[in-house]
Structures are given as structure tokens and as C-alpha cells.
């Protein structure tokens, strides 16, 4: 099985989207009524007023839109505005992500939020504000907004400093600490490398690492090209960051020291442009390093402190100041953004940012027709208001024929590879997954346990209905490292009440100790239906570890001891959840007695529930043991909760979380 991957010589991995069931609700906007016989282009569209606030309450009366200038009627419209994280949200929500995830994500609205962390991030104190920064980017996300952590760090897959779209906020926060995002060298140290006279001068277009600062403008051409077929969201890119560099000039004395930088560049500017402008990309420049000094000279480390040298510092300094901060312009004057500069605080400014994009509009019109598919055209979005911005798409490509649109409710045809590959799975059926990691007692490799809600594709008859599942399993550099395919038959008959059909269908991959992004797709050849789901997962390494414990599996009595994907039970029901514990199952070293500390917190975080269990050396066998929680939902009110399990031994300690709901 192949995978079409987004990876590149920078830290830029996939872009897969982990949908949460837990934070991917059903949206609650109209959607747009599409005819038949033509492919309409999609335009997500925010207006600001003068104090950047976003607008809400225009019409489609109140909108014009010029493709190459000339006026098209407009065919659907759709005002969203973005649901804001509830008061009574679980307290733990932030830090625990659920452990199953459905194939929502493409049907909802929100925010695409990319969290570009840029090598030019200088060392000390400005990377810990770039950190808090990206920090307050997470934290600030809204129910249904979806994240990434990129870098141009080369090094930054190898620290685990980058992370696919996803709705998981430790994941998230995982990557922004995981390592420097930085390639250089202290403000103080590049000062006095730089003073006049100094053999050391310091060139950054010569930098092998990143030669004429390329990496930075194709890495940012990749996020565009990524998130461009997400027309329902609203796409930011948060360039934590510097400088940038645009052009290369330099005195005919010195042309010769130049790469070839000049046309490199503007190549890879009309490039990544393009790409921004047909994703309608909004990009802001936030710089961590606050208020800094003008010069070297006026720190406590220069070492020559002559009338004239500090002058001519101290102009160079304002200098590449002033070149730096209009550098950081650029993309955010283009694309709407914010340009964030000169700020001892910068992370106050998410919540602004996030502001913006509250309240926006989908806009529907007629793609035009061309024989020449790689000839782009112009697209203008003119609201009828005066004293109002709008930030809107600006190119797009044109269809190659009249393709027809399916009538609502109907979806394109669509391929197994197609559902795999997209940014967003595919939602031509509602699925749910979850992916446990378990020590693998017949193998070096520990096996990666699927399980996928197929109940969608059931039949109301109960007759049987062959499925076709295919899984693919990619490593931190979106590269393809496992796979398999089956076809399972499922049965299964109409419930009485209505209720949604669950028809779990388990498979596994083995997979070696790391993280990975887990990509499932499900289809029925006899209908033609099409559907898949994404989640990441951590494998642990069980082999060598004093402890840990292996992914927590959810049975209930209906479900016949077998995994369930749901989250949400009765208090009727008996739901138990199942673990093993392993003491390092290729380690010789003597086994240690174990404590399990179990509890159950609401939405509250109190405790319910606080209990130890303690696993003697003797139930251990082949240095793991089993651990059944069965919940106490008949003692429970209706409400979210929390099982909380810390196992120790010695000095070691390893958890497991679990999100469900008593209704």
C-alpha cells in the first residue's frame, strides 16, 4: 500500500488529522444546498470590521464575488460561527484526550492551526517565550479546533518536536517541550561575532542547514498545499519566529559570495504565494524575542566599547532591526494576519488572533472550466460595507470538464487510497476507533490492536455485508512503515429503538517501540461506500521498560467480553476495563511488588473513587500480570468521569487515562 506523504528535508510530517470524539461534535449550521451538474468552489471568507472583530450577520446579499474579474452568482452560502469551550467543561478535558476518535472532522468547522516553530528563534529566554506562546496557542484552542507543531529544525522529527493535526493537547504540548526549536546561537554570542572587524561575520544565506533560507518558505508552501482542500475551516499558521529571509542583495564587491540565493528565492516566493492564496492561509508572524537591544554594544559583554565602534553597532544594530521586523511583515500584510513584534508578552495576542476567526462564511460559487488545469485564475471576494476587511481566497484552480456535484446527501465516489491519503479522513460513513498497544508474547514487536466501529455499513435486514478494511501505519516522518488488509462480513440487525448499530471490527499490526500515526480505512464494494479514520498512538517498549503498561481495553457484558468502542453507558450496564502490566518482559532483574492506584474523578476532578491494588511478584507470569477495573456505574449520576490509573514499583511509575460517560 502506498501513501501519499507531505514529508520534506524540513521537520514537516503529514499533517494527519486526529478527529476527538470527545471534542468533534455535530456542527450546527446549515449546510450549503449544492445543485447538480456543476463543481462549485468553496470559499471560507471572515469580514473584520476596523477594530479587527469579526463581523457576523451578512447575508449573501450583502457579498460579490469576481472570478478574473468578472461577477459570478453566488450558489450557496453558510454563516458559522465557531462553538467556544463550555463553562462546564471537565477539568481534565485539556489533559486527557479521549481514547477513541471518530471520522468527524471532515464534516465540522473550526480551525486548522499550524504552530510553526522557526529556527531563527534565538536561544535563553526567547525560546521560552516562543514555548509559552505555542503554549497559549493550545491552550486557547476552541471544541472543535484541530493543531499541528511543525519546525524547520532538521533535526526536530528525530526529538519528537513535531505533531500531526490533532484535537490531543498533550500531544501538542509534547512536541513544543520536546526539544530547541532553535538552530543558532545566543543574541549575545551572534553580537560579538558580528562586530566590525570580527573574521566571524555571520551569514545566514550560507547556512547549509537551511541554504538561502529556503527551508522556511517551502515548509510554509507545504502547510498551504495541505490544508487547501479544507474549504469548511478556517486555516492559521502561527509563525513563531525572527526573521525571515525574501531576497538576497549584496554590493557588487561581494557578489560572489552569493549561492545563486537571488533566483532561488524568487522562485520559491511565487510558489509559496500561490499556494497561501489558494488556501486562503492567514498567516501571523509572532516574534518571542520582545524588546531587545539595538546593539551589542550596549550589552555587558561587548568587548569594545570605543566612541566609534558602538556608533557604527549601534546603526548596524538598528539596522538589521528594522530588516528583520518588516520581515516578519510580509506574509501577515498578505494574508490578513497579525504581525506581532517589539512585545515583552506576545502570547497575550493568541486569544486576539483566535478572535478573529470566530465568526466567518462559506460562500459557494460555479468553478470555471479550463483546458488548462495549471492555469490558475483570480478569485475576489467584495462585501457591500463600508470600514469592512475581507480575507478570502485570492487563486484557484480550474476544473478540466463540467463535473457533476452529487444531489445532497449523496458523495462522490471515492477510493480506499483516497480515503487514506485525504488530510481529513472521510466521512462517507460515521466510524469510530480505538488502538490499544500490547506486548506481544509470541514476538519481539508488540501488536497494535484495532478496533473500528462499523455499524454504518450494517444492513436494517440483517443480511451480511462483506467489508473491506485496509490499514496503514506511518512513522513521525509520515513515512509508511506497516500495513494490512482484510475483509471482514459483519450482520447485524436494527435496533428497536433507533439507536446507532455497533459492530466492532478488530484487526492489528505489529509495530517496534515509538509513535506513530494510524490511518484506517473501511469499504463495501457492493455499495460503493467509502469511509476512514485517524488516530495516533504511542507504543510503549515493554520489552526493556521497569514498568509500564500497556493500553487500556473496554468490554462489556453486551458486547460479549470483546472490545467496545463506546464511551457513553448505562448505569445498568457492566463495563469492565482491561490492561496488562509488564515489569520489562525481556529484563532478568527481579520483579518488584506493584500498586495500582485507581480512581475516579467528575467534572469536577474529585474523587469518587480512590482505592489501591496491589499486584504481589507472584502475579506475575512471564513478567506481566492482567488488571481488570470493573466501573461502578450503578453507584454514578449521569455525568462525564475520569478512571485515573497510576501504577508504581520502586521508583518507577507508569498511568493510564480513561474519558466515559454515565447517561
Not at 440 to 447: L, R, S, T
Not at 527 to 537: L, Q
Not at 553 to 571: L, N, Y
Not at 630 to 644: D, I
Amino acid at each position: 500500500m502506498r501513501l501519499r506523504t507531505l514529508g520534506h528535508t524540513v521537520s514537516f510530517w503529514g499533517l494527519a488529522i486526529l478527529s476527538s470524539a470527545g471534542l468533534i461534535a455535530q456542527g450546527q449550521s446549515e449546510r450549503p444546498q449544492f445543485r447538480t451538474g456543476v463543481e462549485l468552489l468553496q470559499l471560507d471568507v471572515v469580514v473584520l470590521d476596523n477594530k479587527r472583530q469579526p463581523v457576523s450577520g451578512l447575508t449573501a446579499a450583502d457579498f460579490t464575488v469576481l472570478d478574473n474579474g468578472v461577477e459570478t452568482p453566488i450558489r450557496a452560502f453558510t454563516p458559522i460561527e465557531l462553538a467556544r469551550p463550555r463553562a462546564n467543561e471537565p477539568v481534565w478535558t485539556g489533559d486527557v484526550a479521549p481514547d477513541v476518535v471518530t471520522n468527524q472532522a471532515g464534516e465540522e468547522e473550526g480551525r486548522l492551526v499550524v504552530i510553526l516553530m522557526d529556527r531563527t528563534i534565538p536561544l535563553e529566554q526567547a525560546t521560552v517565550t516562543a514555548r509559552k506562546v505555542a503554549t497559549t496557542a493550545v491552550e486557547s484552542l476552541g471544541p472543535h479546533d484541530l493543531a499541528a507543531v511543525v519546525s524547520t529544525n532538521n533535526s526536530a522529527v528525530q526529538t519528537r518536536a513535531v505533531q500531526n493535526l490533532t484535537a490531543d493537547r498533550a500531544r501538542l504540548l509534547d512536541a513544543i517541550n520536546a526539544a530547541d526549536p532553535s538552530t543558532g546561537m545566543s543574541g549575545t554570542a551572534e553580537g560579538i561575532m558580528n562586530q566590525p572587524g570580527s573574521p566571524f561575520k555571520i551569514d545566514p544565506l550560507n547556512d547549509s542547514r537551511c541554504l538561502c533560507g529556503l527551508c522556511v518558505l517551502e515548509t510554509i508552501t507545504r502547510v498551504a498545499e495541505a490544508v487547501q482542500s479544507t474549504p469548511r475551516r478556517r486555516k492559521v499558521l502561527l509563525f513563531i519566529g525572527s526573521s525571515m529571509i525574501w531576497q538576497s542583495s549584496r554590493p557588487i564587491s561581494a557578489a560572489f559570495q552569493d549561492p545563486g540565493c537571488e533566483s532561488r528565492l524568487k522562485d520559491a516566493r511565487g510558489v509559496m504565494f500561490a499556494a497561501i492564496d489558494r488556501a486562503n492561509l492567514t498567516v501571523h508572524s509572532i516574534d518571542p524575542q520582545g524588546l531587545v537591544n539595538a546593539a551589542p554594544q550596549s550589552q555587558a559583554s561587548a568587548t569594545n566599547r570605543s566612541p566609534a565602534s558602538a556608533v557604527a553597532s549601534l546603526q548596524t544594530g538598528l539596522r538589521n532591526t528594522l530588516i528583520d521586523r518588516e520581515s516578519m511583515s510580509v506574509l501577515p500584510d498578505r494574508t490578513g494576519g497579525r504581525t506581532v513584534v517589539g512585545r515583552n508578552n506576545p502570547e497575550q495576542t493568541i486569544p486576539e488572533i483566535y478572535r478573529e476567526s470566530e465568526a466567518y462564511y462559506v460562500i459557494a460559487v460555479e468553478r470555471a472550466v479550463s483546458s488548462r488545469p495549471d492555469a490558475a485564475r483570480t478569485i475576489q471576494v467584495k462585501v457591500g460595507r463600508k470600514g469592512l476587511r475581507v480575507i478570502a481566497q485570492r487563486q484557484y484552480v480550474p476544473a478540466t470538464s463540467a463535473a457533476r456535484t452529487p444531489a445532497e446527501g449523496v458523495r462522490a465516489p471515492s477510493t480506499v487510497e483516497d480515503a487514506l491519503n485525504g488530510l481529513l479522513p472521510n466521512a462517507g460513513a460515521p466510524l469510530a476507533l480505538g488502538v490499544t498497544a500490547f506486548s506481544n508474547a509470541a514476538n519481539a514487536n508488540p501488536v497494535v490492536r484495532v478496533n473500528v466501529d462499523a455499524g454504518a455499513f450494517a444492513r436494517s435486514d440483517g443480511a451480511p455485508v462483506p467489508l473491506d478494511v485496509a490499514i496503514a501505519a506511518v512513522d513521525r516522518t509520515g513515512k509508511p512503515v506497516a500495513s494490512a488488509r482484510q475483509t471482514s462480513t459483519i450482520t447485524a440487525t436494527a435496533l428497536a429503538s433507533g439507536a446507532p448499530i455497533e459492530v466492532n471490527v478488530q484487526s492489528h499490526l505489529e509495530l517496534p517501540p515509538g509513535d506513530y500515526g494510524l490511518r484506517i480505512a473501511v469499504s463495501d464494494a457492493a455499495s460503493g461506500r467509502v469511509a476512514s479514520v485517524f488516530s495516533d498512538i504511542t507504543v510503549p517498549n515493554f520489552d526493556n521498560a521497569p514498568l509500564s503498561l500497556s493500553g487500556m481495553s473496554v468490554e462489556t457484558a453486551s458486547s460479549g467480553a470483546k472490545p467496545t468502542t463506546r464511551r457513553a453507558f448505562t448505569r445498568r450496564e457492566v463495563v469492565r476495563a482491561v490492561l496488562q502490566i509488564y515489569q520489562g518482559t525481556e529484563r532478568t532483574d527481579a520483579l518488584a511488588p506493584v500498586v495500582m492506584r485507581v480512581r475516579i474523578l467528575d467534572a469536577r476532578g474529585t474523587a469518587l473513587r480512590d482505592q489501591s491494588l496491589p499486584f504481589p511478584e507472584s502475579s506475575f507470569a512471564n513478567r506481566r500480570t492482567d488488571c481488570v477495573i470493573t466501573l461502578p456505574l450503578a453507584r454514578l449520576p449521569p455525568g462525564e468521569y475520569l478512571l485515573k490509573l497510576d501504577a508504581s514499583a520502586n521508583r518507577h511509575t507508569s498511568g493510564r487515562a480513561l474519558r466515559f460517560r454515565v447517561e
